[in-house]
């Protein structure tokens, strides 16, 4: 073969093998725990018409790459290009990513194989038939216990046609990828400063129903990526409440990220949106968890309603019901089962109001809970009043007349169906200052349900309220063991009385730190003159008295109780001048005054807290202060662990302390919350404490260093160690 004929071989063997190189994609690259390389689903690009390419990435078992938003920790792959002219780069289009959570961080991202896919728009100049050099250097990070960054200079070679021509192995591939879809709906989002919250219609009916649904930032810093976000549904709209990161300072502008939604069938959707974060405005009540299902909710009512008999809140109108019972210990069978019966229906009734008072106000935007009633002075006012007459009625001081039949039955036990109805309201009324165990968890779950579901919850606290008593009416054989009428019953009476005025005492103290001493003599001159009144009604509106007589003293008494119902509104719209100071009463243990902003202060600053939700008008919270917190052990115990202890007061209104109570789920009190570094979510303490509940809590979260600042180091290779916050 001649030297001409040589040259012309090698110059086809060299076509051959630029055209091989244009059409064929580069050959992975090794680094590290991972292969790298740059793939395009198109063999050849089409002048001004947009294609992909992808960063494709093969991982050794057990290693992971991040998304967008990494998480706690990580960095995204990113790609830095050296494109020709006029050649534009959009940004990277991410898959769907798998959330990991390895307590106490949360990351997302990609393990096995990952497609990091781009567009790119070539410009419409370019000549049919010349070859384009894509090419750039990719970065990463890739972890599994510990993290290495990586990087690597890649290019993809490809010919330019009048046309795109697919890759045959590559194109099913990009084809494959799992993407987001976009949201077809409107997403409406809030921020108080300690929470977002998110609002968006509840999926078509038609498929499976809903049964959770997660948000996943797609800017770092923002969310508490491993912080439960409660979900509720609120007619017909689905509330998500995410926690901030306690590392954010600034507010953002918008939510961006994705939505996953899963139904009853474990069908999984993600949906991205943007979301402009609307000013500042407190989120509402939310924080009805998953973990609490509307049967549990049904169950633990119930139960809480059946408990509340034991607490001392119920414990005087408790006593006068066994007294109703002594008087029927020898009525015929019905007439007990009708006594309960209609006993049942005045609780029934009465929690009915009170849900729907509840529901009304909050519709209306208030933020109430369980025994709001009674952070109004007016209401505590009215609630005094009654408890005082009817303190006197049973020592004795007078006698109702025939007009109020069926109030005197109540205060004497008699037999009237009127006095059973009134029982049973009175029983609920006095029942409010206390929250019985599994009530506060059924409570919040009802509040953040549609209407006709809270009212199903407080009939069921109602009928298990009422339970005891119906059964006790239903049963003869249980009458038989009621002791005898006798003589003995005025006495019990008379007792009995001296109870109720116990009670009028402990309403006067909580009025007194609502409204002060000055408001405090305004409401002691009114129940004077009730007194007076009724002592006019027992002197002279008796059997022998003559007509003119009666009605004098009934004239006279009307009028004495308008005065006092004007004097005692008056002392009820004093200014609160004690709730304020009530927080920071000393003890052994040196309560602060809550507030959110210092229990973010103190969790940067890796402090443990206790915070104790509590009321005045809480007889619950204060037989726990009583039996739990002055127990010397748990005194010393806050000393030892250096426990900040927070006291949210809820004696009087305040949408603060509604809002806190609702992040956990609850609009009642008490609520005791135990929060530590050792540990992701708060503790969350019973209803009724003893000094071992609480030093048992305590004493879970003994493992915590000296500084209370607990870190982990995250080795990565070549650079200096991160510290991430644990």
Known sequence: MDLQKRLLWMTCLFALALTLAATVQALPTRVGHL??????????????????????????????????????????????????????????RWPIPEKTITP????????????????????????VGQTVTLSGKASWLVCREECVPGDAQL?????????????????????????????????????????????????????????????????RGVIDHIASQPISIVDGSVQLTIPKNEYLIDRPDSLQGLLVLTNSD???????????????????????TTETSFWQAILFAFIGGLILNLMPCVLPVLSLKILGFVNHADATHTKPLHHGMIFTAGVLVSFW??????????????????????????????ITSFIFLFGLNLLGLFELGTSFASAGAVAAGKTGFGGSFLNGVTATIVATPCTAPFMGSALGYSLAQPAWIAMLIFTSIALGMA?????????????????RPGR?????????????????????????IQIGTAGLIFILAALLLLAVAGWIIGRWDTLVATTRAKLLARGSALVLAAAALVIGISGASFENVAVATRSNEKG??????????????????????????????????????????????VQQRFLDLGIVPLKADWTARDQVIAQALARFGRNSVPLYVLYHNSATEPILLPEILTPGIVLEALNSITDLPANNSPTRQVTIHGEEPLKERS
């Open 35 to 92: 292969e790298v390389e740059l793939v395009s689903p198109v063999r050849t690009v089409q002048p001004g018409q947009p294609f992909e390419v992808g960063l494709h990435f093969t991982l050794d078992d057990h290693w992971h790459l991040y998304w967008q938003n990494p998480g706690d920790a990580g960095l995204p792959p990113k790609m830095t290009w050296s494109l020709p002219d006029g050649f534009v780069v959009e940004p990277i």
């Open 104 to 127: 106490p961080l949360a990351s997302y991202g990609y393990s096995h194989e990952l497609i990091v896919p781009l567009r790119i728009t070539p410009p419409p100049t370019l000549a």
């Open 155 to 219: 290019s993809l070679m490809l010919e330019v046609a009048d046309h795109l021509q697919p890759d045959s192995i590559w194109a099913p591939k990009f084809a494959a990828i799992q993407y987001p879809s976009e949201a077809d709906f409107a997403v409406q989002s809030d921020f108080d400063g300690t929470h977002f919250q998110l609002r968006f219609p509840l999926p078509d009916k038609s498929t499976a129903a809903l049964v959770l649904a997660e948000f996943y930032s797609g800017d």
């Open 266 to 288: 474990s069908t999984k959707s993600y949906v991205q949106f943007v979301s402009s974060l609307s000013e500042d405005q407190p989120v509402a009540v939310t924080a009805t």
């Open 353 to 382: 109001l009170l849900a729907g008072t509840l529901l009304f106000l909050k519709a209306g935007g208030e933020q109430l809970g369980w025994g709001f009633q009674l952070q109004s002075p007016i209401f505590l006012v009215v």
């Open 467 to 483: 339970a005891p008593y119906l059964a006790l009416s239903a049963s003869p054989k249980l009458l038989r063991y009621v002791p």
């Open 488 to 512: 003995w019953m005025e006495t019990f009476k008379q007792f009995l009385g001296f109870v109720l005025l116990a009670t009028v005492l402990w309403l006067l103290w909580v009025l007194g």
């Open 588 to 633: 052994a243990i040196a309560w602060e005054t809550f507030t959110p902003e210092r229990v973010e202060e103190l969790r940067t600053a890796g402090k443990p807290i206790f915070i104790d939700f509590t009321a005045a008008w809480c007889l619950s919270c204060q037989v726990n202060e009583k039996v739990a917190f002055s127990s010397a052990d």
